[in-house]
């Protein structure tokens, strides 16, 4: 469990540095994604291949399904997340693509009979509260409607992805994964196919920052997520994984100059407590037993 955890926050931390790496490719949101799921998925299933396992997906054809579901979701929340990077930046559409645990925490209850606690619900409170100071200067106009609803769309997307993949209890780990990311490619390649054809050309910088992107955030990334969620409690999946948000809108500052105001500094101040509140009681009794 230790293990799960660390990996996941590893993946979300990496996940955090999308928008700052896709702001040096000189593509349109939609190719960007395309060619990041197909770098992803051949990494994926190279090292697969390499390490001599074996796909055992057509045995659980249930699993596959879901994980079809989840892949096409993933593949989909990214298009309308990277397009919302473009019309209202990294930061506040990273925040707003994390609307999307909000949703699973909601259904995580009915779907996974999963109980929620009081240091949950404190937790989560505490979360929302964040986000709402975070995103305080959405209400002062700062970017396009239309880019806000691209970031509400890839929320709930990422609530279907989460939720769909918990779904597969026998096809994990790095299998999971490499479907997954096969599956999001297909999906993207129709939508690019159907809406501009295929016409990518990329300096050799672009290249660079696109395998970083592709292989190191993707293909690495997606591993690591994927290989711990089926791990973890929906509910901690859900508000741990308010640090992706969180190190986007502190790579972005730091990196891109989207600046945040007090306001918003005690917003990311209450994510990062919610989230250690939301997990930490729960999760103290088997870390002492673990020696943790």
Same mark, same amino acid.
Request: hydrophobic share 50%.
């Given at each position: ?19 700052? =790496?896709?702001?040096?490719?000189? @593509? ?10 197909? @770098? ?14 074996? /796909? ?12 079809? #579901?989840?892949?096409?979701? *993933? ?12 019309? &209202? ?5 990273? @925040? ?6 909000? =949703? +699973? ?21 505490? +979360? ?7 995103? %305080?200067? #959405? ?8 880019? /806000?609803?691209?970031? @509400?769309?890839?929320?709930? *997307? ?23 990311? +096969?599956?999001? /490619?297909?999906? +993207? ?44 409690? &929906? ?13 986007? &809108? ?9 600046? *945040?105001?007090? #306001? ?15 997990? %930490? ?12």
């Amino acid at each position: 469990m230790k293990r799960s955890y660390l990996k996941y926050i590893l993946g979300l931390i990496l996940f955090g540095s999308n928008g700052i =790496i896709a702001s040096r490719i000189e @593509l349109e949101s939609r190719e960007i994604v395309l060619l990041r799921t197909l @770098l992803g998925s051949i990494f994926l299933v190279i090292v697969f291949l390499g390490l001599k396992q074996k /796909f055992t997906f057509k045995n659980y054809k249930k699993d596959l399904f879901f994980i079809c #579901i989840s892949g096409a979701a *993933m593949g989909a929340s990214w298009m309308f997340l990277y397009e919302a990077y473009v019309q &209202v930046g990294v930061g506040t559409s990273s @925040l707003l693509y994390y609307c999307g645990p909000v =949703i +699973v925490m909601a259904l995580s209850a009915v779907l996974f009979r999963e109980k929620i606690t009081a240091a949950k619900l404190a937790g989560f409170i505490a +979360v929302l509260a964040g986000i709402f100071l975070i995103n %305080a200067h #959405i209400s002062g106009g700062n970017g396009s409607s239309e880019g /806000f609803a691209y970031g @509400l769309a890839a929320a709930v *997307m990422y609530s279907v992805m989460v939720i769909a993949n918990k779904k597969s209890e026998n096809v994990k780990g790095m299998e999971n994964s490499c479907l997954q990311l +096969v599956v999001s /490619f297909l999906t +993207v390649a129709v939508c690019v196919g159907i809406k501009s054809g295929y016409h990518i050309s990329l300096s050799s910088s672009g290249w660079i920052w696109m395998i970083v992107l592709g292989v190191f955030n993707t293909g690495i990334g997606c591993w690591l997520y994927f290989s711990s969620i089926g791990d973890l409690p &929906v509910q901690t999946v859900a508000i741990l994984g308010y640090i992706e948000p969180l190190s986007a &809108v502190l790579f972005s500052a730091a990196v891109l100059g989207e600046r *945040m105001a007090a #306001i918003q500094i005690a917003g990311v101040v209450l994510i990062i407590g919610g989230a250690v509140l939301g997990t %930490a009681l729960k999760d103290k009794k088997f870390f002492r037993k673990q020696g943790g």
